[in-house]
């Protein structure tokens, strides 16, 4: 029972507060009181503004009198003029009423009615006052272009002290509407830089002036600005094959009173991927690669001093260092009379010298691996043996700059316990290929050696 007697009253009391905010509006057909006093607008009743106009009326002293009904004079479209209840005031102690919602340039006509809580008074006179023309904007402006990606704006205050900021208007040639970019603060204001523009794109620009009671003023003049434009690109790029450890790139240079640097970009795929590799002023690079016959593409941009940067996408160069040498092609590896013998031949011309690679078992878990470098001659023999002992061979290619070519057929040679009596068998062979057959070879004509087997390995074809 409390809650419905508070729920009855909360809504009594809501009903009342709307009541009170609701004002009252003319009847459709209401009793016409000669006697109500007629609302008589004071010497300067009536003051425009651009957006705004303000009536004033002598005071009212008549006790029946609760308020004014306002009627705003309208044309129709058929220029007829209509009577349109605009607003009441519904105190007869106001005197003032001020209608914001004006027109610049436009022309308004009111008149006014007293009522009473049976009755209305007759029409007052009809008043019809025109607001005032927009304010002009500033009286000069003008546009700085070729800007990177920006522009900026200046204007001369406006000499109206009531300008408290002004409004930016942007459109491009492709737009038909203004829209608004910014709002510059303080009527001592005169500068604008816009960002964040496109490059080489033509931008218009206007300004309106806002007043402190929120009159904007017309449009100022338009300045057309033009953004600055991408720094050329260059013509023509080319990239080393045939160099030991690095990638040459050279290009063709451009002549730009605005040029700053050029910017290297590398990638290991044509069309995507690209990695900044380094700024130079040089027309040239040297790119340093630790690997034989790697290849990358590359591109080079031009950035100017606003650090704009050209288009590179147009051209790409492709570069590789200098590959390996081909591997030598093992011809024989064998064992006798206690060593073992390899021979190979050449098959690259850049080749200059040949390193022999043995490996072999030293203890029970230690592998060791000897080189034997700077070999000219195309044949090599090894008495460093022990009985029981397997060795693998390789033998690798060695160019001018001292680069290493892939190993050759690896050749493997156990030799067996028995070999301080006799010469020991060669048991088998390790290929990387496995294509062709091993065939036995001869001993030297000078020499008879009993039970003894020979390897010639498969001819290395890469």
């Not at 023509?236 to 700053?260: C, E, H, R, Y």
């Not at 690896?410 to 062979?429: C, F, H, R, W």
Request: aromatic share 10%; with cysteine; proline share 5%.
């Amino acid at each position: 029972m409390k809650l419905l007697t508070l729920v009855t009253l909360c809504t009594a009391s809501l009903l009342i507060l709307s009541g009170c905010s609701v004002k009252p509006t003319p009847k459709k057909e209401p009793t016409i009181d000669a006697t109500l006093p007629i609302v008589m607008l004071t010497k300067n009743g009536a003051i425009a503004d651009v957006n705004s106009i303000a009536l004033e009326w002598e005071p009212i002293d008549d006790q029946r009198v609760e308020g004014i009904f306002i009627y705003k004079v309208t044309q129709n479209a058929q220029n007829k003029a209509t009577d349109d209840y605009y607003d009441t005031v519904n105190s007869r102690f106001s005197t003032h009423y001020v209608d914001t919602k004006i027109e610049p340039n436009t022309k308004y006509s009111y008149y006014f009615k007293t009522y009473s809580s049976s009755a209305e008074s007759r029409k007052s006179q009809i008043t019809t006052i025109s607001s005032l023309a927009p304010m002009e904007s500033v009286s000069w402006i003008h546009g700085r272009e070729n800007m990177p990606r920006s522009s900026k704006i200046i204007w001369r205050p406006h000499i109206n002290e009531k300008v408290k900021a002004y409004i930016i208007q942007r459109r491009s040639l492709q737009e038909s509407e203004w829209r608004d970019v910014a709002t510059i603060n303080g009527r001592l204001s005169a500068e604008y830089i816009d960002k964040d523009l496109k490059d080489n794109f033509t931008y218009k620009y206007r300004i309106r002036a806002l007043t402190y009671d929120g009159v904007i003023s017309k449009p100022s003049q338009e300045v057309t600005i033009v953004t600055k434009e991408l720094p050329g690109g260059i013509a023509q790029i080319t990239a080393s094959n045939n160099l030991p450890k690095m990638i040459k790139i050279s290009w063709q240079g451009v002549s730009s009173k605005d040029f700053l640097t050029y910017r290297l970009y590398k990638s290991t795929t044509i069309d995507s991927g690209y990695e900044m590799v380094g700024d130079t002023t040089s027309t040239n690079y040297v790119d340093k690669i630790e690997e034989d016959g790697k290849e990358y593409f590359y591109r080079v941009s031009v950035i100017d001093k606003d650090k704009l940067e050209s288009i590179n996408k147009n051209s790409s160069a492709l570069g590789r260092t200098l590959i390996k040498p081909a591997a030598p092609s093992l011809s024989e590896a064998r064992y006798y009379d206690g060593r073992v013998k390899l021979s190979w031949s050449k098959t690259d011309d850049r080749t200059t010298s040949y390193i022999v690679q043995k490996e072999y078992k030293k203890g029970f878990f230690e592998t060791k691996i000897e080189d034997f470098e700077n070999i000219t001659a195309h044949e090599f023999s090894d008495t460093n043996l022990v009985a029981g002992g397997t060795y693998y061979y390789r033998v690798f290619s060695v160019d001018a700059n001292r680069i290493k070519s892939n190993p050759s057929t690896e050749a493997l040679i156990k030799i067996e316990e028995s070999a301080a009596v006799k010469s020991a068998p060669i048991k088998t062979q390790r290929n990387i290929q496995q294509s062709a057959p091993i065939a036995p070879a001869a001993p030297p004509a000078t020499e008879v050696v009993e039970e003894q087997n020979v390897i010639v390995p498969i001819q290395d074809f890469n």
